[in-house]
């Protein structure tokens, strides 16, 4: 009886195990769903389509503005141009060596404009497109004491030209636009983080005053002496360069996408002055002799720009 009793027990142990074998493949399934949960991806919102959006920021130009030839007279005779710095034995510092005629005319403004372009959701992470833009600041450097960036000295006796605090070469910088490609990787479902590169496109009007007020022994600008007759000279130009930015896209809603940007454009300022700006003013002189009439003279002006923005765009389904 008791070996029977020791049979019993030990074929109920049996039956036990090879159920609980079979039902662990069950229970497994049970034990996995909340992690399969956790592991489905996050749904991606479409971010294909046009949009059209508004933005405001600052506008910082840095302006290089040298005078790259000066000639008087008949047959022209060519004004030697003053050094400002006396340069660096470091060919690596480029910034530092020898320059001419030349003033830095930067400033800052506020800017506004607009924008609009196209993405294509190529892959769910991943976002290219292409966008145009436009903006306005009225952007002034002023710089005063001579009609030109340099105190030129011409004549026999030397005279300065211009050289009056009324004197000033003005560089305003109007309009600017741009047309690039964009690409992106969506960090989040409503985050696209981007760079973009392409063309640009600015605006320059530069201005030369020579004072009409006379002063002692400072007489070529005064009304019916020297250069009486052109004391006010502009120019106004626009310039294709270069332009590369990055920033970040937030989509609020289905519709709604708000952004900061930060943009780079190059007008000759590190592309070895291709796109630079180049102007040249013929002054004329009535009643004088020919070996002061004309006076011409030629300047560039390298520009960068460092775009800031914040914008709203509302993209269209």
């Known amino acids: 009886m008791a070996a029977y009793k020791k049979m019993s027990k030990q074929l109920l142990l049996g039956i036990s195990l090879i159920g609980l074998v079979f039902q662990a493949p069950a229970l497994g399934a049970d034990l996995e769903v909340p992690v399969q949960a956790r592991l489905v991806p996050l749904p991606y919102p479409?971010?294909?389509?046009p949009y059209l959006g508004l933005s405001v920021g600052a506008r910082f130009n840095a302006v290089d503005a040298s005078v790259t030839s000066a000639t008087v007279g008949t047959p022209a005779v060519a004004i030697a141009l003053p050094v400002v710095s006396s340069g660096s034995g470091n060919t690596l510092a480029f910034w530092q060596q020898q320059q001419s005629a030349m003033q830095y005319l930067d400033n800052i403004a506020v800017r506004g404009g607009f924008y609009g372009g196209w993405n294509f959701q190529v892959a769910?992470?991943?976002v290219v497109g292409i966008e145009a833009d436009f903006g306005l600041a009225n952007e002034t450097a002023v710089f005063h004491g001579s009609p030109y960036p340099?105190?030129?000295l011409f004549g026999t006796p030397t005279l300065p030209f211009g050289a009056s605090p009324n004197d000033s070469f003005r560089v305003t910088t109007r309009w600017d636009g741009s047309a690039r490609l964009r690409g992106g990787w969506l960090a989040t479902p409503s985050m696209l983080l981007?760079?973009?590169?392409?063309?640009?496109?600015?605006?320059?009007?530069?201005t030369s005053v020579c004072s009409d007020d006379p002063i002692p022994n400072v007489l070529n600008c005064a009304p019916g002496?020297?250069?009486s007759e052109t004391l006010f000279l502009e120019h106004t130009a626009t310039r294709l360069g270069w332009t590369a930015g990055m920033g970040v896209d937030m989509l609020l809603g289905s519709n709604w996408v708000v952004r900061a940007q930060y943009r780079f454009s190059d007008f000759g300022y590190?592309?070895?002055?291709?796109?630079?700006?180049?102007?040249?003013d013929t002054r004329v002189c009535s009643g004088c002799p020919?070996?002061?009439?004309p006076l011409t003279i030629s300047y560039e002006l390298l520009l960068m720009q460092h775009i800031f923005e914040l914008g709203i765009a509302y993209k269209f389904n």
């Open 290 to 293: 020919s070996a002061s009439n």
């Open 46 to 49: 479409n971010w294909s389509g």
């Open 124 to 126: 769910p992470t991943f």
């Open 194 to 206: 981007y760079v973009t590169a392409g063309v640009a496109w600015a605006n320059v009007k530069a």
């Open 225 to 227: 002496r020297y250069f």
């Open 270 to 280: 590190l592309s070895g002055h291709s796109g630079a700006f180049t102007f040249t």
């Open 150 to 152: 340099a105190n030129l």
